[in-house]
């Protein structure tokens, strides 16, 4: 070009580049707008009109587009020169075709932010590293859990830092070191995400980074288009919670497999063509084999020989609906000797209604079909000898229905035993004066001794008799369910008054052991019902051994001691000398000091404080309701009233107060209720429950907050 910008010459690569014929170029000036274009047009203006004014432009090299007439856009960079030659004076341009230079850049740029945002976006720690070990990314998730930010690894080799205590190779450095899995990367799983990685499980405890915490790791090499090794990336999943879920379910099919096999029952699991796949040592030792000699057999065929037809029959009749039952079988067992088990069996079906597996519990019950069998040959020998009897020998069941006479009994009354399976009432055989008489007879008579009581009775014809009842209790272990009795007909005896009062004598003596039966079953009731308290607590505390919930075991642990408060007054109401109450201060202070030794108050010292009035007792209406209120209000205080910055101290004050009634203060000299609280407005269940028990003792609550909480009841002594 010359010094006014208008082209002399130019190479057939440039009229092909700008799509112009050799002749069109010459002549025309470079700044027209047909042969540049794009956001760099300006600075070659700027440099071609320095260029023709003399000057060295401050832009020599330039990266311009080329947009040829066809619409194809070319990359060049543009590289400008004055001529040296003075006398000819202009200046020359020189384009260098980098289309493809930029494409490929472009493409790199497009894949390292593809991959910064895949790592940066993972919900899962990751980090990625060159082929030379040097951190390139660190993602938001990495930092959390590290606590180191991206900006203090990226470009250093420290991966291992947060991880380890001294320097050891990471997954992503193993893998690019050995080119992927290869022989010396055999003792590693091989990556779920890739051919050419490795994926490893792993217990952290760094103190000074990652602690206590397992991580399913999995490496993979980065490569380019032609496969040349160009990084790797790492990846961490937390596995924390499952691995310690893992080892509580482990512990619990211990537990499960220590209570099965201390059990004294038979357990057997089975499948629906009753392969045994299950039993505990009890039914081992019953076999005289090992479990590995048991599995694989059938259920039944060890048990029953060629009886196993009992079994087929009874699986049969099991049904999605009716999914359980019973099955009582004779065993002969190893050594030749036989016993009655009694099987209860379950089904469980699938979603289709096909069994999916059998568990079968059996217990021995050769002592009791013995018992039944003697049982039924004493019946037997009983009934032959009341037959012999010259009296009316009867038995009635619990709703009073005569079920048994003797030949005399049928012979002297005119009754048939068909007249008994239709219905036959004790009262049926006395005159309606003698009825209120006699059903508060035998309602004494079921819990005491024998009684001896006169009636006038009554025929199936309607002809009366004078006669004397001897009665006795018919008891199942310690439950009655019967009278037993003989009727002595006083028709023929010359002093019927005589008999009648040595009777009325023996009745109430039989009164006498009768009131003192009684206090001993009460006496036994209060044992059992705390036996059975106790049994409840025991589940409750089990259970929260076994959960690591903590919401969870504070539940369990309220309960706990809501029922332990309860048995503490049934013991005390059991040992006891009335059996009917105990005393207020031995109980209120019992219970007290239970609690504070029991629940943890935040390392808070405690105080308790009782003023009991030594001559109150309570009954169990009032005793069981004025426990859990306490219960409640201790539990409140010392979970919740003391900072632990100085001594606490509950206070307890039970006295009589006027007109017939009680007045329990109990007090706290912790932080006390918010400002404004009412308890008609809180949704606390503890506030919930106060209220509720203290209307069950018909009593009046009322509530101070200042200095403390302050609960003040009064209610009726009866």
Same mark, same amino acid.
């Given at each position: 070009?010359?010094?006014? @910008? ?46 023709? *004014? ?35 004076? @202009? ?58 930010? *991206? ?7 420290? *991966? ?170 004779? *065993? ?29 519990? @059996? ?98 014809? @309607? ?256």
């Amino acid at each position: 070009m010359d010094n006014s @910008g208008k082209i002399l010459d130019v190479n057939d690569k440039f009229a092909d580049l700008v799509k112009f014929k050799y002749t069109d170029l010459k002549g025309r000036n470079i700044l027209e707008p047909e042969l540049f274009s794009g956001e760099n047009l300006k600075k070659i203006n700027n440099s071609v009109k320095k260029c023709i *004014a003399g000057e060295i432009p401050e832009d020599s090299v330039i990266c311009t587009e080329v947009v040829t007439p066809d619409g194809i856009k070319k990359y060049n960079l543009l590289f400008i020169m004055i001529s040296q030659n003075r006398r000819n004076f @202009g200046f020359i341009m020189v384009l260098y075709d980098v289309t493809e230079i930029l494409a490929a850049k472009s493409e790199l740029l497009r894949i390292n932010e593809l991959l910064d945002n895949i790592i940066s976006f993972l919900p899962v720690p990751a980090f990625a590293m060159d082929k030379d070990h040097i951190i390139t990314r660190w993602n938001v998730a990495l930092e959390n859990y590290t606590g180191i930010s *991206a900006g203090d690894i990226i470009g250093t080799k420290d *991966a291992w830092k947060p991880f380890f205590k001294e320097k050891t190779p990471m997954l992503a450095d193993l893998v690019i070191d050995h080119k992927g899995r290869d022989s010396e990367l055999s003792s590693y799983d091989p990556s779920a995400f890739g051919y050419n990685g490795i994926e490893e499980t792993r217990h952290f405890n760094n103190p000074g980074g990652i602690g206590d915490t397992w991580f399913r790791m999995s490496a993979e090499l980065l490569k380019d288009n032609e496969g040349n090794i160009t990084g790797a990336i790492q990846v961490f999943e937390d596995i924390t919670g499952l691995k310690y879920t893992e080892k509580e379910l482990l512990e619990s099919r211990e537990l499960y497999r220590d209570v099965v096999d201390v059990n004294s029952e038979y357990i057997v699991r089975f499948r629906d063509d009753r392969t045994i796949t299950f039993c505990n040592e009890a039914y081992c030792r019953l076999l005289g084999k090992s479990p590995e000699e048991i599995s694989g057999n059938l259920f039944g065929l060890d048990i029953c020989g060629e009886n196993i037809s009992l079994f087929s029959d009874f699986f049969s009749s099991l049904t999605p609906d009716k999914f359980s039952g019973s099955v009582e079988n004779r *065993a002969v067992l190893p050594d030749g000797s036989t016993c009655w088990i009694r099987w209860d069996i379950v089904a469980f079906f699938d979603e289709h209604g096909d069994v999916r597996e059998y568990q079968a519990i @059996g217990r021995d019950i050769t002592d009791q079909k013995n018992a039944i069998e003697d049982l039924l040959k004493a019946e037997k020998k009983f009934r032959d000898l009341c037959d012999f009897l010259p009296q009316t020998v009867f038995e009635l069941d619990i709703k009073r229905n005569v079920v048994f006479l003797n030949k005399r009994g049928y012979d002297k009354l005119g009754y048939s035993p068909d007249d008994l399976d239709k219905g036959l009432g004790f009262l049926d055989l006395v005159i309606p004066e003698d009825h209120n008489r006699a059903l508060d007879n035998i309602v004494l008579s079921s819990y005491g001794r024998e009684l001896g009581i006169r009636y006038t009775m009554k025929k199936k014809d @309607g002809t009366l008799f004078g006669a004397m009842l001897f009665t006795s209790p018919i008891m199942r272990g310690r439950t009655p369910v019967g009278v037993r009795g003989i009727v002595i007909d006083l028709s023929n005896v010359k002093e019927p008054d005589a008999v009648y009062n040595l009777s009325n004598n023996l009745y109430i003596e039989n009164l006498k052991e009768s009131l003192k039966e009684k206090e001993t079953l009460l006496k036994e009731v209060h044992h059992r019902v705390k036996n059975n308290l106790q049994i409840i607590t025991s589940i409750l505390r089990l259970h929260s051994y076994n959960t690591s919930d903590q919401g969870l075991k504070d539940i369990l642990q309220e309960c706990y001691n809501q029922v332990y408060s309860m048995s503490m007054l049934h013991e005390k109401m059991y040992r006891s000398d009335t059996l009917s109450d105990v005393g207020a201060d031995d109980h209120i202070r019992s219970l007290g000091s239970y609690l504070i030794n029991e629940i943890s108050a935040r390392g808070a010292d405690v105080r308790f404080l009782a003023d009991i009035d030594p001559e109150i007792r309570f009954s169990l209406d009032k005793g069981i309701p004025l426990s859990l209120m306490l219960n409640e209000m201790i539990t409140n205080s010392l979970k919740y009233a003391f900072s632990g910055d100085g001594p606490g101290q509950i206070s307890i004050s039970l006295q009589k107060y006027n007109y017939g009634n009680y007045r329990l203060i109990y007090s706290d000299n912790g932080c006390g209720l918010p400002e404004g609280f009412r308890i008609e407005d809180s949704e606390s269940l503890g506030f919930e429950l106060i209220t509720n028990l203290a209307e069950q003792l018909d009593g009046k609550l009322e509530i101070e907050n200042n200095g403390g909480l302050k609960y003040i009841l009064i209610f009726p002594v009866q």
